[in-house]
């Protein structure tokens, strides 16, 4: 794989059911970023990672929780999901969090909650 | 709060020139980035800047006047395929990505 890969690429869920959003990069970037992206509006963070081994919140992390075991890996876990959860989402990785560090993106995943 | 505007959508004609602009109101400046991103994909890299000035990279060129928390997205020679969303993005104090809502570029021939 190259850059940024991200699975799911898109899913109907029903309300209530646990999701976990993959994602995978290969650029060794230490920085990755969750992003939802909602029509009508700017992408919003919902969490992110600076390191292996630390998260943090973002804009609207409510719903959501990440972990980050390793560099590579940043798996987003709607716990129990509901319609407003619905949007497209992006994983993004930069080679850290710095002023200059451009970040990249993955292809997206489409989530539809009923 | 912090704040990201651009216009909605914009209209030009192929070979033409078009003015993409973004102000904005952020806790703290460490950049300002653009991104293009084509209905169904991924938002993809255009320019970076964290001088006052210009930044030119071929037919696209990127302004920036932090005095006026202004930037501007200036794109030549347009084309076809330059059809879709210009993302304007300032990273703020705690290095977060505040970003604005989109431009929709219609290019018609």
């Known amino acids: 794989i190259a850059g940024i890969t991200q699975a799911p690429t898109s899913q109907i869920l029903a309300a209530g059911r646990r999701m976990t959003l993959r994602c995978t990069q290969d650029?060794?970037?230490?920085?990755m970023y969750w992003y939802r992206q909602d029509l009508g509006l700017g992408l919003r963070l919902i969490h992110y990672?600076?390191?292996?081994?630390?998260?943090g919140k973002g804009e609207v992390p409510d719903g959501y929780s990440v972990s980050r075991a390793n560099t590579d890996d940043f798996p987003l876990t709607l716990a129990s999901a509901v319609p407003s959860q619905t949007s497209v989402y992006f994983c993004?990785?930069?080679?850290?969090?710095?002023?200059?560090?451009?970040?990249?993106f993955g292809p997206g995943t489409r989530l539809t909650v009923l | 709060g912090q704040n990201i505007d651009q216009p909605t959508e914009m209209t030009a004609t192929e070979g033409a020139i078009v003015q993409i602009n973004c102000t904005y109101q952020?806790?703290?400046?460490?950049?300002l980035f653009w991104y293009q991103q084509h209905a169904g994909e991924a938002p993809t890299f255009l320019s970076y800047?964290?001088l006052d000035g210009l930044e030119e990279k071929g037919r696209f060129s990127s302004f920036l006047s932090r005095s006026k928390g202004y930037s501007y997205l200036l794109l030549k020679e347009l084309q076809m395929k330059d059809s879709a969303s210009y993302l304007c993005?300032?990273?703020?104090?705690?290095?977060?990505?505040?970003w604005g809502a989109g431009t929709k570029l219609i290019i018609k021939p």
């Open positions: 993004a990785s930069s080679v850290s969090q710095g002023g200059t560090d451009t970040q990249y």
């Open positions: 650029m060794r970037h230490n920085a």
């Open positions: 990672s600076n390191t292996a081994g630390t998260t």
């Open positions: 952020t806790s703290g400046f460490n950049g």
């Open positions: 800047n964290v």
């Open positions: 993005a300032v990273k703020d104090s705690n290095y977060q990505l505040i």
